[in-house]
């Protein structure tokens, strides 16, 4: 399945349906007089988040939307069908944005939730609302009320408990195949991992959401590399793991950089809480990590846990470390365990 986290799409309610100018004319009926039924209300254009879903790639190729007018209203009184609502399916933590992309419209972060972005327009008045004692024959009515339209941008965050951010060829692929049920394609050269990938971690008996991003690298926040159009799947996690090669050059200068990148793309990003890993331990004589390990520490890390993606050294460590960041209860959990009380449904995970 391809990746797509931002499409541009046009959508229109449904106009409302015209009223009728219609009279009696029933034989063996007099007094006749007007009978025209009001026109039917037009189609709400509602978004509804479903699971299932980690991707806007359908919208590529279908970017109108358009719902049914109203139907006429009649004679005899009749009133004209109301149109069905047309219903957009968007993936949970999809916004939607007005053209200019400076408004947020709409903020999908549950399951089920629903905004009507535009109203359907109201049915016109039929001539038979318009008879009076003094105006008997009446041949005005309404056409009915037009149908809305706009232009809007879908902009996808993916709902992630954690996210993994770190220089390309940092091995967090490699770390999130390890820990996850993610399939994240491995090699030995940067930006392997070209769109974001999500995994579901199962560890003591707990299940969280792990997000991976493209690597960072200086300048990202003015377009270099990949730059940081994808920073956004991590706005919403509660921790960060941020991987360290310790083959590289200058591991806490490496540090540094991703650290500037995400204070550069939002401040509040450098506030959440963040695991500094030293990862590729298996590389390095314990000596070397205890080094390395002191020098993130003197560059503002916290603490530091010493792992390998490859062989799992360490990773449990971490993972506890997790834990203690995490609600009592995750999303993931809490939907899983919604499932089991509802019955068997068949499986579903946020990998699509």
Same mark, same amino acid.
Request: charged share 25%; proline share 5%.
């Given at each position: 399945?391809?990746?797509?986290?931002?499409?541009?799409?046009?959508?229109?309610?449904?106009?409302?349906?015209?009223?009728?100018?219609?009279?009696?004319?029933?034989?063996?009926?007099?007094?006749?007089?007007?009978?025209?039924?009001?026109?039917?209300?037009?189609?709400?254009?509602?978004?509804?988040?479903?699971?299932?879903?980690?991707?806007?790639?359908?919208?590529?190729?279908?970017?109108?939307?358009?719902?049914?007018?109203?139907?006429?209203?009649?004679?005899?009184?009749?009133?004209?069908?109301?149109?069905?609502?047309?219903?957009?399916?968007?993936?949970?933590?999809?916004?939607?944005?007005?053209?200019?992309?400076?408004?947020? =419209?709409?903020?999908?972060?549950?399951?089920?939730?629903?905004?009507?972005?535009?109203?359907?327009?109201?049915?016109?008045?039929?001539?038979?609302?318009?008879?009076?004692?003094?105006?008997?024959?009446?041949?005005?009515?309404?056409?009915?009320?037009?149908?809305?339209?706009?232009?809007?941008?879908?902009?996808?965050?993916?709902?992630?408990?954690?996210?993994?951010?770190? &220089?390309?060829?940092?091995?967090?692929?490699?770390?999130?195949?390890?820990?996850?049920?993610?399939?994240? +394609?491995?090699?030995?050269?940067?930006?392997?991992?070209?769109?974001?990938?999500?995994?579901?971690?199962?560890?003591?008996?707990?299940?969280?959401?792990?997000?991976?991003?493209?690597?960072?690298?200086?300048?990202?926040?003015?377009?270099? %590399?990949?730059?940081?159009?994808? &920073?956004?799947?991590?706005?919403?996690?509660?921790? #960060?793991?941020?991987?360290?090669?310790?083959?590289?050059?200058?591991?806490?200068?490496?540090?540094?950089?991703?650290?500037?990148?995400?204070?550069?793309?939002?401040?509040? #990003?450098?506030? +959440?809480?963040?695991?500094?890993?030293?990862? +590729?331990?298996?590389?390095?004589?314990?000596?070397?990590?205890?080094?390395?390990?002191?020098?993130?520490?003197?560059?503002?890390?916290?603490?530091?846990?010493?792992?390998?993606?490859?062989? %799992?050294?360490?990773?449990?460590?971490? =993972?506890?470390?997790?834990?203690?960041?995490?609600?009592?209860?995750?999303?993931?959990?809490?939907?899983?365990?919604?499932?089991?009380?509802?019955?068997?449904?068949?499986?579903?995970?946020? #990998?699509?």
């Amino acid at each position: 399945m391809h990746f797509l986290d931002q499409a541009k799409i046009y959508v229109r309610s449904g106009a409302g349906g015209p009223g009728a100018v219609s009279f009696r004319r029933e034989k063996f009926i007099e007094y006749g007089g007007p009978d025209g039924g009001n026109g039917g209300k037009g189609g709400d254009v509602v978004f509804e988040s479903v699971p299932g879903l980690n991707t806007l790639i359908d919208f590529r190729y279908t970017q109108h939307f358009r719902a049914k007018r109203g139907g006429h209203g009649m004679g005899r009184n009749r009133t004209g069908a109301s149109a069905p609502d047309l219903v957009v399916q968007v993936p949970v933590g999809t916004q939607i944005l007005d053209e200019e992309r400076e408004h947020v =419209l709409a903020d999908f972060t549950e399951v089920g939730q629903r905004v009507v972005l535009l109203e359907g327009g109201m049915g016109g008045r039929g001539n038979a609302s318009y008879a009076t004692s003094t105006n008997r024959a009446p041949r005005q009515h309404q056409p009915g009320i037009p149908a809305q339209e706009m232009a809007v941008w879908l902009r996808l965050k993916l709902l992630a408990d954690v996210g993994l951010v770190g &220089l390309p060829n940092a091995g967090k692929s490699t770390f999130i195949n390890q820990v996850s049920n993610a399939r994240a +394609k491995v090699g030995d050269y940067a930006f392997t991992t070209l769109v974001p990938k999500l995994g579901v971690v199962r560890h003591r008996d707990r299940e969280f959401v792990i997000a991976d991003i493209p690597g960072l690298i200086e300048g990202a926040s003015d377009g270099a %590399g990949i730059g940081d159009r994808f &920073l956004g799947h991590i706005e919403r996690c509660r921790v #960060l793991i941020h991987l360290v090669d310790i083959s590289g050059a200058d591991p806490a200068e490496a540090m540094g950089i991703v650290a500037r990148e995400l204070e550069a793309y939002d401040e509040h #990003l450098a506030d +959440k809480p963040c695991l500094v890993t030293l990862n +590729k331990v298996d590389l390095a004589d314990a000596e070397l990590v205890s080094a390395f390990a002191a020098e993130l520490k003197e560059a503002g890390a916290q603490r530091v846990f010493p792992i390998s993606g490859a062989t %799992g050294q360490g990773i449990d460590a971490l =993972l506890d470390a997790v834990l203690d960041h995490l609600p009592t209860r995750t999303a993931t959990e809490t939907a899983g365990a919604a499932e089991d009380d509802a019955g068997p449904q068949g499986d579903w995970s946020p #990998l699509g």
